[in-house]
């Protein structure tokens, strides 16, 4: 379970991803927070890769939820032979957890990353934890390496911190953008370029239709959004709003909003 897990976190990456930031909150101002992948596409991809479309037999149904602290004590000899900064990782971590769904009659394949917290201020770092909820498996150094030899680094994102507010009259998210070394900066700006070789072409091709989601459910009624074309439900309560994966990366900020409730 873990290794198709692992799998299924890196080929994430690889194809057309569409990724759902969701926080509800509580009266009390506790909530949860995930962040899912839909990877839909992917298995289509796979299916169409095996070039056998006849009906055999029932396809794989996974419904499952991993909670990292819960595992932690499963395996904790284990966890605590590991060297230091493995080990740090897990215990940043042990308040998330991960799921997985996966139908492949329907086509279905969903991950997600997240963490019921306290108060909003549970939530700082959350981007980071994150990360490194994705990197806990064996070929983390692997899938770096392949990561730096690629695209793939550039269209992941880089070291930007968001910051989440509530208050009694609204919510805010603000992104401060990570500075970037004259490398990446190179890097980056040549995947856009005319130019850009078949390897960046053939990556862009895969995340042109993805797009980065927010959803954003409150206890009380939401009176105005700053993101121009979010939608409000009809209950007034929850508002979404998305950004194409690509403007995304050259602009973290896209998804950046202020929110003001109603008294």
Known sequence: MKKLIVILTFLSFLTSCNVTE?????????????????????????KAMGGDTEKKEKGKVMD?????????????????????????TFEAIKDMYMTMKMDEDSGEMNMGIGMKFKSIEDLKGIQEKIKKAQSINQQADQVDMMKN??????????????????????????TTVGEK???EIEELNSLFND?????????????????????LVFPKKIKSVSVEGAKISDDGKTVTYAASWMDYIKNPELLDVDVT???
């Open 64 to 88: 499952t939820t991993m909670v990292f602290a819960d595992m932690m004590e499963i395996y904790k000899d284990s966890i605590a032979a590991l060297p230091e900064d493995k080990q740090a």
């Open 181 to 183: 070394s004259e490398e």
């Open 149 to 174: 030899q690629s695209p793939l680094g550039a269209l992941e994102g880089g070291n930007d911190k968001v910051d989440y507010n509530m208050t009694a009259n609204g919510f805010s998210r603000k």
């Open 195 to 215: 130019e850009a070789d078949e390897m960046s072409k053939e990556f862009l091709k895969y995340f042109e239709a993805s797009k980065y989601t927010i959803k």
């Open 22 to 46: 969701t926080i509800v909150f509580n009266e009390d101002g506790s909530g949860e927070f995930i962040s899912s992948f839909d990877m839909g596409e992917m298995m289509a991809q796979m």
């Open 261 to 263: 409730f109603y008294e």
